[in-house]
C-alpha cells in the first residue's frame, strides 16, 4: 500500500524537477556539467515534431551541455510580441517519439490559458525517452520533460527508457521522511493516477495527466521567468549564449531574498544531503523528524526542497499558488519517523510534526503572493490577507490513517 501510495504523486519526497544551474554568475559563455554527473540524458533520438521547426532549434536544445547564442535559439516572447499560441509551443517542441508531443499538446490545450504566456522565457520544450527526471537548462533555456507524465498505454509505457530518479538514493542519509501531498479544501489527500504501468494501471486518459503535468510546468516555467523575466527579453544581447543572458540579468528571486529570505542554516545542510547528495554531518544525522518540523515551522517555505537554493524556493512557492489557484488544491507538509522494526507497511511511519494547509502560514503566504505577483506580471488583491489558517497534525498520528482517507 506505502509503495502504491508514493507512485501515485500525492507525497513528493523529492521534487518533480532539478535545475541546471550556478549560485554564483560569471562571464563563462555555458555552465560546466561533469561527464559523469548523475540524471543527465543523452537525447539521441531527439527530433523537431513540426515540419516548420528550425533544424538548429533542435541542435541547440540537444545539446545542453552548450549555450547557443541567443540570436540561434532565442526564447518565445524575444521572437514574438504577441500572445503566444499553443501553434507557437508546437514549433519549439522536440520529442524522441512523435506520440510524446501529441499528448502534451492534448494535455496543454485542456490546461489554463494563464500559462502560456509564462512560455514567452522558454527557447523549447523538450521529451525524450531517457529523461528522468525532468529539468529545466540555464545553457539552453529549455525544459526536458519526463515521459512518464504522459504516456496513454502500454505500446507508449515501453517506448520509456527504464530508469530511477538518481536522487531516491539519497534519502537514506536521513532519519525521517519529509512528505508533501496535495489536499483538498477538507484536508483530505486526493490521489492522481500514477506514473508508472501496471496491472492496474494501463491506460490513461487526457484528463487524468493534466493536474501531475500542470504541477510541473508552472514549477519549470517558474525557473525560466525567474531567470529570464519577460521584461527583459527585449534588452537581450543577441551575441551573446543564452546562458551569459542569464547570468547578466537580476532574477526575481533576488526581490524575493531580499525581503523575505530563508535562513536556517541546518534545513540548508539537509537539503544539500537530499536534493544534492552530500554527506550528512552529524548534526544532519542526528536531526529527527520531531526536530525538523521545529526548524521548519518557524520559515516561510513551502517545501524543505526550498532549501536546495533560492530558485528552487521561488519555484515551489509558485507551484503551491498555483495548484491552489486553478485546482483548489492545498499543500499538506509532513515529518515523519520511521519505525526501524517493521520494513514495510504504513504502520511504519508516524507524523512527528506536520501542516495542512502550509501555504495558509502567514509568512509562507506573503512569500508565496509575492512571488505569484512577480511571475505572472499582476496585482492580487488578497496581497496581504490570509483567508484560511494552516492547521497543525497532532504529532503521533499514524500514517495509515492519513493515507487510507485517500479521495480518489
Known sequence: M??????????????????????????????????????????????????????????????????????????????????????????????????????????????????????????????????????????????????????????????????????????????????????????IPVQWISDTFSARNTTRTIEQLQPALFRLLVHELAHANDLLPPSVLSSLSPKRTIYQNITATTPLNQSLYDQLPLQDALLFNVADVLYQGASPSDAVSELTAAQAGVHFETEGASDLYSYSNRREDLAMLFQSYMMHEHWGLQDQFLFLSQNEQMTEGCERYSVEWGQTGRIFDPLVYERMILVAEALLEIELPIRFTVVLEATPIPPGTSWCEIINSIKG
Open 2 to 187: 506505502l509503495k502504491t501510495f508514493f507512485e501515485s504523486g500525492l507525497a513528493v519526497l523529492y521534487s518533480v524537477s532539478f535545475c541546471l544551474l550556478l549560485a554564483a554568475c560569471n562571464d563563462s559563455s555555458h555552465q560546466t556539467i561533469a561527464d559523469n554527473a548523475e540524471g543527465f540524458p543523452e537525447l539521441s533520438q531527439l527530433v523537431a515534431f513540426s515540419s516548420n521547426a528550425n533544424s538548429s532549434h533542435l541542435a541547440c536544445a540537444q545539446h545542453y551541455r552548450e549555450s547557443c547564442l541567443l540570436e540561434q535559439f532565442p526564447p518565445l516572447g524575444v521572437e514574438k510580441n504577441t500572445p503566444l499560441t499553443i501553434s507557437d509551443i508546437e514549433q519549439r517542441l522536440f520529442v524522441s517519439h512523435p506520440w510524446m508531443a501529441e499528448s502534451f499538446l492534448s494535455v496543454l490545450s485542456t490546461l489554463p490559458s494563464s500559462l502560456l504566456p509564462l512560455f514567452r522565457s522558454v527557447s523549447a520544450i523538450v521529451i525524450a525517452d531517457d529523461i528522468r527526471p525532468s529539468f529545466y537548462s540555464a545553457n539552453t533555456a529549455t525544459i526536458y520533460i519526463d515521459p512518464r507524465y504522459l504516456w496513454r498505454d502500454e505500446e507508449e509505457w515501453l517506448t520509456i527508457v527504464p530508469k530511477d530518479d538518481f536522487r531516491d538514493q539519497f534519502k537514506a542519509n536521513v532519519s525521517f521522511l519529509a512528505v508533501r501531498q496535495n489536499v483538498d479544501s477538507a484536508g
